[in-house]
């Protein structure tokens, strides 16, 4: 008695999942397979995350180092690889904290509502060629639902604390996070539309011209957008530690820190996979049916990079610039985009309603030059907002003494 | 509809990442604003005043270095100037061009850490920081081969300085200069133009001169106001009277100012320190006192420099003793303080902190 | 370029034009005035433009047992001298001063310091309390008389 995954599941598309649930269906009953198949896919997407935010955590701490002239985590295991699970040690052991007069059941759910979104919004990402958990059809929206509980379990954070840095944190984050998800949802319309599909294994497929070729304008509102998101530099004023010490994390302590750092870290890894997947083509590759995993992991390797090189170089904006660099700059940018990309959708597309090749070649042309032209009007039309007009200043001047002034 | 809202006062420090220190203000915010502020100090008090009554003039140079301790040499010489003020002696040139040297070394020193803190504040992580560690490294080697001691150096005497520099100090010297200038130049070309940096700080908490002379502040604080008042042009000390070096002044009295006026400064630092090495010329290093001095009784002397956080003053007064009377310190990061309230009330919270370290306070000097 | 100091002979006299009898003493730095007319000497010094004393360097204390002095050290930014001023304050218990604070708004920690840790009060002055000791310490710790 073997077990045959009707061809209309979401599921069906998975060739892993597929071949633990035929091979364990051969000696147990269909619906263990199942739930077996499931397991194991799920096991395999949660270690993904939390061994990919290890190991982010330990990559970050390292080009950081290499960038600022130190060396970095270097003692435990190879090249310090190791270090991760010495800082997780360290921080299982710690004593349970609960700051007094904090709301137990709220502070205690923070850390799981942190790392659980993450999990989900792996389940839609395909590693390689057919290996999505579910190529569900409509997973960018999949995506940008699940990715907005982490506010809400930043806001719990606040609250719950007791604590008034915390309270500042949660504020700032859910005022960012709110603002920035509108620039990032416009802009991935525009992915949407030229693909003309919401599930990432088909994003992926039209990649014929990587994305961020045909949309540079739209991935580079969602970089800054996911930037602020995940409460990177430079928007990362919701945990700015010279200003409130860690934010809306203040009072978090053992294990329940370790679990917000896997979320934050374990965050960036995800939103880098997702970024790969939709503007940088995926598992697609040169001999993508064997290598499409490692093309896939070199991809979003990239973009983590690109998150810590902003880390690295870029001070912090206020809050009141941080709203106005998503309100006047980052939307109308995406809006640009919008229009930009429907207007020549509808116009090169065939009859079979499908955008070759060359389609997308022009579509590059032309949004690099509206990418320019947007962001040197934009970035006008803004900067009259934020230059400080000089002053005249009334010198109180020792005559004989040379001076130099700020030019 | 209404929505009631309430002030909010926040303890900022004694445990803070930013507050350079054990320092403590006590501010009310109204949303992200700042109302009123409250500073609170003292947590570093450790009586040096008192300490410094018990010592002789010459053990009370050890005390000086953990006054500011970032810029200990520039702390040596306002106190050894004070004593040779009291004593009425003079050192001879070649201790004044070491002390001008050393004293400029530190300055570099010191104004790379307070430019490294001012960006880290503003949310830079490390990396202007650690570059300018760098340099600062390699300063403070410098001062091991000089003194055998990295921060708390107490190379300075009354009459001169402890030693003649070693004979590997000078082409190491001329070593780091070199490599400074590129390494100065890499965090130039990060930080100056940087548009993030200058949105944070340009037109962010002026300090107009009025403002400062009246709040007697002191050093670049001051100069960042557009007063071009510079303890070194105006009461030359040591060797200040032969180098040339410019005044750098701000414009608009901003945070930007502050932090530029810093990065001309050490530009004008090495300026001077190139002339020291030009002119040096062997000789003795320091006066022949008696190991235990004894100013005459009555004498009063009031010593400064222009240190690198401001003017540092000792007040001694002598009673004939073998120890100070009484030695007061006119700390300039105490004093630079004194603005807080007109530098941060109006202000956000995000800017309250890169306010705080435009003015580049250090604990150890502000509570001493 | 240099600086002038005013001697102290030159100050009292200005002094003394200005408040007759204030100037009770000098020397060669410095000039000793009434401990009451702090404040109205330096108002004086401060805005009349012969002086214009606008800087403030410091303000000490100084404990001689029988008296205590009180030292101010002045610079005029325009005029590029400085100057020193005194006040003698004989006692050891309940001393009192005129506050500078409304005049030089930098003499508002160094006066505190000086409350704090010489004991010497200081009227007008809008927060007088302890700066460096926290409140409730007894005694004033740079006193001679304190061990």
């Known amino acids: 008695m073997s077990c045959q995954l009707a061809s209309d599941s979401i599921l069906y598309a998975n060739g892993i999942y597929r071949l633990v649930y035929e091979i364990v269906g051969v000696v147990l009953p269909c619906w263990v397979a199942y739930a077996i198949a499931g397991l194991v896919f799920a096991f395999i997407l949660v270690n993904a995350v939390l061994l990919g935010a290890a190991v982010i955590t330990w990559g970050e701490r390292r080009v950081l180092g290499r960038f600022q002239n130190r060396v970095g985590p270097n003692r435990w295991g190879p090249f310090g690889l190791f270090q991760p699970v010495a800082d997780l040690v360290k921080l299982l052991t710690k004593e349970d904290l609960r700051p007094e007069g904090s709301d137990r059941v709220v502070f205690s759910l923070v850390p799981v509502l942190m790392v659980a979104p993450l999990i989900l919004m792996t389940a839609v990402v395909p590693f390689a060629r057919n290996t999505a958990l579910a190529s569900l059809n409509v997973g960018v929206l999949f995506i940008l639902a699940v990715s907005s509980i982490t506010s809400v379990a930043i806001f719990m954070a606040g609250w719950s604390s007791n604590n008034r840095y915390a309270m500042f944190g949660a504020a700032r984050a859910v005022a960012v996070l709110i603002s920035y998800e509108i620039p990032v949802v416009l802009s991935l319309l525009g992915v949407v539309m030229v693909a003309a599909s919401m599930s990432l294994g088909t994003i992926v497929e039209a990649q014929a011209l990587p994305f961020f070729l045909v949309q540079p304008l739209a991935f580079l509102v969602f970089m800054a957008g996911m930037s602020a998101e995940l409460n990177r530099s430079p928007f990362d004023v919701a945990e700015a530690e010279s200003e409130i010490i860690a934010g809306y994390h203040t009072e978090y302590s053992g294990v329940r820190f370790a679990l917000i750092q896997a979320a934050e870290f374990g965050g960036v890894g995800v939103v880098a996979a997702i970024a790969a997947t939709l503007f940088l083509g995926g598992w697609s590759g040169p001999w993508s049916e064997y290598l499409g995993w490692l093309w896939f992991l070199i991809k979003t390797g990239i973009i983590v990079f690109l998150f810590i090189w902003f880390r690295a170089t870029y001070p912090r904006l206020r809050i009141d610039q941080i709203m106005a660099f998503s309100w006047k700059f980052l939307l109308p940018l995406a809006m640009v985009n919008l229009v930009v990309v429907t207007l020549e959708v509808f116009l090169l597309r065939g009859d079979d309603g499908v955008l070759t090749h060359t389609d997308l070649a022009i579509m590059a042309a032309i949004n690099l030059a509206v990418t320019v032209i947007a962001i040197a009007v934009f970035g006008n039309l803004i900067k009259d907002r934020v230059t400080f007009r000089t002053r005249q200043p009334q010198q109180v001047v020792v005559p004989g003494v040379s001076t130099i002034e700020v030019s | 509809m209404t929505i009631r809202t309430e002030p909010m006062t926040v303890n900022v420090g004694p445990q803070h990442p930013s507050t350079h220190g054990v320092f403590r203000v006590r501010i009310t915010f109204d949303g ?95 990396t202007p920081l650690m570059y300018g560690f760098r340099s600062r490294e390699r300063i403070l080697e410098l001062f091991e081969m000089l003194c055998g001691a990295r921060i708390t150096v107490s190379y300075m005497r009354p009459g001169g300085v402890f030693a003649d520099a070693p004979r590997d100090f000078w082409p190491a010297l001329n070593r780091f200069l070199e490599d400074f200038e590129d390494e100065f130049a890499e965090m130039e070309q990060l930080l100056l133009e940087n548009e993030i940096l200058m949105i944070r700080t340009r037109g962010v908490s002026p300090i107009p001169p009025e403002v400062a002379i009246n709040n007697s502040v002191s050093g670049p604080v001051l100069r960042a106001s557009g007063v071009n008042w510079d303890w070194r042009k105006q009461e030359p000390y040591d060797a200040y009277d032969q180098v040339e070096f410019d005044v750098p002044i701000g414009s608009n009295w901003d945070n930007y100012d502050r932090f530029w006026v810093r990065i001309q400064e050490v530009h004008q630092s090495i300026r001077i320190i190139k002339q020291c090495i030009a002119q040096i010329e062997p000789g003795p290093v320091r006066l022949d006192l008696p190991l235990v001095l004894r100013p005459e009784a009555g004498r009063e002397a009031y010593g400064r420099v222009e240190a690198s956080k401001g003017e540092l003053g000792f007040y001694l007064v002598s009673d ?38 435009s003015i580049d306070i250090n604990m150890g000097e502000v509570d001493r | 370029m240099a600086m002038r100091p005013l001697s102290g002979e030159e100050l009292a006299k200005a002094v003394n034009q200005e408040f007759p009898g204030v100037a009770v003493d000098y020397d060669e730095v410095s000039a000793w005035i009434r401990p009451n007319r702090i404040h109205a000497v330096a108002a004086f010094l401060k805005d009349s433009p012969a002086h214009d004393f606008q800087f403030l360097n410091s303000v000490s204390a100084v404990d001689y047992v029988e008296y205590f002095d009180l030292v101010y050290h002045l610079t005029s930014l325009k005029q590029q001298s400085s100057a020193v001023f005194k006040a003698r304050i004989y006692g050891r218990e309940d001393l009192k001063a005129p506050s500078v604070y409304s005049v030089w708004r930098g003499a508002d920690f160094q006066e505190r310091e000086i409350w704090d840790l010489m004991g010497i009060h200081f009227e007008g002055h809008p927060n007088m309390k302890r700066i460096m000791l926290w409140e409730g310490f007894e005694g004033h710790p740079l006193r001679k008389d304190f061990l």
């Open chain 2, 32 to 126: 992200e604003d700042i109302v009123e502020v409250e500073p609170v100090f003292g947590y570093l008090h450790r009586g040096t005043e008192k300490l410094a009554e018990e010592r002789n003039y010459v053990q009370v140079v050890t005390l000086t270095d953990r006054l500011d301790y970032t810029s200990s040499m520039i702390n040596n010489q306002a106190y050894c100037l004070a004593v040779e003020k009291l004593l009425g002696v003079e050192p001879p040139p070649r201790a004044r061009y070491l002390r001008t040297l050393t004293a400029e070394l530190q300055r570099i020193a010191s104004h790379l850490i307070a430019v490294g803190f001012f960006v880290q504040e503003l949310g830079a992580f490390g």
């Open chain 2, 320 to 357: 004939g003793g073998i120890s100070p009377y009484r030695c007061k310190i006119r700390s300039p990061s105490l004093i630079n303080l004194t603005v807080i309230e007109h530098l941060l009330v109006g202000w956000k919270l995000a800017d309250m902190i890169v306010s705080l370290g």
